[in-house]
């Protein structure tokens, strides 16, 4: 039987570099909201191929540590922290979101991008609570996941976890604000919008025109189009009513 291979990884395999619902401008809005500088000690929590890792440590100097679970994404992000010639800056590391290799009040930042939609609502709260510990008293705390307005949204959402081969758990504004206050954050704060992971758009804005024409040449070859066509329907058709959201939180 034919399998859909999971999302994000079917993405990156035809080229894209940023693997997430708000793309470059929720992206943009979470770094522009913080306090990064030189000084600044960032966690990337699910950085796999270290794309915005790299976009920060080329931007502000700063001290960057990367985990994802992934080993081949991490290959990838090893291969381009070289490229970029930024091994003095950045660290990666295979680790788990629930249970982080790090001392408590350690970071100015944690940043996690297109992860927690993927959590059910305890893991979602476990891993909340690792971010809470390893961040240092008034450290921020950057989010960017799948919202909706919605409420009846129950078949469009069991769709998505077909279409992108993976459980998802999006959740309603109000509760991706409620979660991290739940979890002791304060001064809560968040845009949401139109998802532009796969939007002719969305794509030449975070991948530039010519990554985009690649992304596409790969994905209507013959091995991979099947599953291209039906994440495009699902993207820019039947899921149009998902929308991205980015939080900014602090401890
Ligand atoms: C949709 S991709 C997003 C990647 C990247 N943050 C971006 O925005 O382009 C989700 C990433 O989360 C990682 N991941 C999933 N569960 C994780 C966990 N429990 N701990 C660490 N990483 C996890 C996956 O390996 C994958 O690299």
């Given at each position: 039987m034919e399998r859909n291979e999971i999302g994000h990884q079917f993405l990156a395999k035809l080229g894209k570099k940023r693997l997430r619902p708000g793309g470059k401008k929720a992206t943009d809005w979470l770094v522009q909201s913080a306090n990064f500088s030189e000084?600044?000690?960032?966690?990337?929590?699910?950085?796999?191929?270290?794309?915005?890792?790299?976009?920060?440590?080329?931007?502000?100097?700063?001290?960057?540590?990367?985990?994802?679970?992934?080993?081949?994404?991490?290959?990838?992000?090893?291969?381009?922290?070289?490229?970029?010639?930024?091994?003095?800056?950045?660290?990666?590391?295979?680790?788990?979101?629930?249970?982080?290799?790090?001392?408590?009040?350690?970071?100015?930042?944690?940043?996690?991008?297109?992860?927690?939609t993927m959590l059910s609502h305890s893991a979602k709260e476990k891993a909340i609570k690792e971010y809470y510990r390893v961040l240092k008293p008034g450290g921020q705390l950057l989010t960017h996941d799948v919202s909706y307005l919605d409420s009846n949204l129950t078949?469009?959402?069991?769709?998505?976890k077909t279409t992108i081969?993976?459980?998802?758990?999006?959740?309603?504004?109000?509760d991706w604000r409620a979660i991290f206050k739940k979890v002791g954050f304060s001064k809560v704060e968040s845009i949401h919008g139109e998802m532009s992971l796969m939007s002719p758009k969305?794509?030449?804005?975070?991948?530039?025109?010519?990554?985009?024409?690649?992304?596409?040449?790969?994905?209507?070859?013959?091995?991979?189009?099947?599953?291209?066509?039906?994440m495009n329907h699902f993207f820019n058709k039947t899921g149009k009513d998902l929308k991205y959201i980015a939080v900014r939180s602090t401890k």
């Open positions: 000084q600044t000690l960032v966690l990337e929590v699910a950085c796999n191929m270290c794309t915005t890792s790299i976009e920060l440590a080329e931007r502000f100097n700063c001290q960057i540590k990367g985990i994802d679970l992934d080993p081949g994404a991490l290959k990838k992000a090893q291969k381009n922290i070289e490229a970029a010639q930024l091994s003095h800056l950045i660290e990666v590391k295979q680790a788990n979101a629930m249970k982080l290799p790090f001392e408590d009040n350690q970071f100015d930042i944690v940043i996690n991008e297109a992860m927690l078949s469009i959402i069991e769709e998505l081969n993976v459980n998802v758990a999006p959740l309603q504004v109000d969305g794509m030449i804005k975070d991948e530039g025109l010519f990554n985009t024409l690649k992304i596409v040449k790969n994905g209507l070859k013959a091995e991979n189009r099947k599953q291209f066509k039906n």
